[in-house]
């Protein structure tokens, strides 16, 4: 009998060894070692409870303009794989997006080799050619500590191979930037429509607000034709396409900056359109629906967090990645009940429509990085549109 032989490779750390400080809104300063690009980054410290997955959570739209701390102590020593190895859908197969999203990645142990079979490149190299400044050898458990205590703030990074570090220019920094109130979406959403799937296939919209790949793979493992669409595109050009049903994605930010994407969803319950939304996508739909949101203290972000379907008192493992949260009595002036809860918090992780064929969820069904426990919300979704008595907006 033939044995097959796959040859692992070992690659080394090469861009690491750099002086790095990071510096929290709260005057609390890390030392520590630079790696990936020296240069400086300025943006809010969140942190992620995952322990894998780190390929999935750096291509993920919705940590656009953060810092990502990774609470798992070790990192990298599975390398990057190549962007070139595609799905069956011409999609790069183990990233979410095509670029790091967040400006920097915050760690405890930065792994001296990388080694599996896939990977061609060091994590280092990976954010060196990307431009994104990283630090190890910080204790990412204080970090995370004083991120749940107070609260996420602003951070600046500092990573540089020759310069001292001022610590005056880097509270500059953090005077000048500013995560709240800002519009994201031209950063992370498409400028034109991509078309995925068989031209035969029923046609859905999916309103890109920083899509994941997997939203993709997801539906057209449905059966679909998918239409992608920028973020602010309007409801009459989305009718054009004569879809079926629509998708608002997920993304980074506010919710309440999105007002193009709000008035399109207020004009898809208007219409009965069957429509699911995810993350930020639940915002858009509640507060088109005239519900609130507000900012969480240090938001959800893991591959680990529990969730309650409270129609069937049933509890589920779910990923989750978001800052923002449907304000859960305000959901009694819409027309929407409460479908998820987190039974930790208590807050809203999914909502459905009263009557219409529309629903949302706060968590990531489509996982990547995480659990797929929750595959079945697309499965809905096709149930939705399926049985719904407007074959088209």
Not at 267 to 280: F, K, M, V
Request: hydrophobic share 35%.
């Amino acid at each position: 009998m033939r044995t097959r032989t796959i040859k692992i490779p070992t690659i080394y750390q090469k861009y690491t060894g750099y002086r790095a400080r990071l510096l929290l809104e709260n005057g609390k300063i890390f030392d520590g070692i630079g790696f990936g690009y020296p240069t400086r980054a300025t943006g809010e410290v969140v942190f992620n409870t995952g322990m894998v997955g780190y390929t999935e959570s750096l291509t993920d739209p919705s940590y656009h303009g953060q810092l990502l701390c990774m609470t798992y102590p070790l990192i990298g020593n599975y390398g990057v794989p190549s962007f070139d190895i595609k799905d069956e859908y011409g999609l790069p197969k183990y990233f979410e997006s095509d670029k790091i999203h967040p400006r920097a990645l915050l760690i405890h142990n930065l792994s001296e080799i990388a080694s599996h079979w896939n990977c061609i490149k060091t994590l280092d190299q990976w954010l060196y050619e990307e431009r994104i400044p990283g630090i190890y050898g910080i204790d990412t458990r204080e970090l995370t500590k004083i991120i749940r205590i107070k609260g996420v703030m602003m951070g600046c990074l500092h990573v540089t191979a020759d310069d001292e570090i001022d610590n005056l220019v880097l509270e500059k920094n953090l005077r000048s930037d500013r995560y709240e109130g800002k519009n994201f979406m031209n950063d992370v959403s498409v400028n034109k429509p991509h078309v995925f799937g068989k031209e035969e296939d029923k046609t859905i919209v999916l309103l890109d607000t920083g899509t994941k790949y997997s939203i993709i793979r997801n539906i057209l493992k449905l059966g679909f034709r998918v239409v992608q669409l920028p973020w602010n595109t309007s409801f009459e050009d989305i009718n054009s396409y004569s879809p079926i049903g629509v998708v608002i994605s997920n993304g980074p930010g506010d919710p309440k900056v999105c007002n193009q994407t709000i008035d399109t969803a207020r004009r898809l319950i208007e219409t009965s359109t069957p429509t699911l939304g995810i993350c930020l996508g639940n915002q858009i739909l509640a507060l088109a629906a005239g519900a609130d949101t507000y900012k969480l203290k240090y938001g959800h972000r893991g591959q680990n967090k529990s969730c309650k379907e409270v129609t069937i008192n049933q509890s589920f493992i779910t990923s989750q990645n978001h800052g923002y949260g449907i304000e859960a009595d305000s959901l009694k002036k819409s027309e929407f009940n409460m479908w998820f809860q987190n039974p930790d918090d208590k807050s809203v992780e999914g909502i459905i429509h009263k009557s219409k064929p529309i629903i949302a969820v706060q968590f990531h069904p489509e996982a990547s990085p995480g659990p797929f426990d929750c595959t079945f919300v697309f499965d809905k979704f096709k149930e939705l549109v399926l049985t719904s008595k407007t074959d088209q907006i």
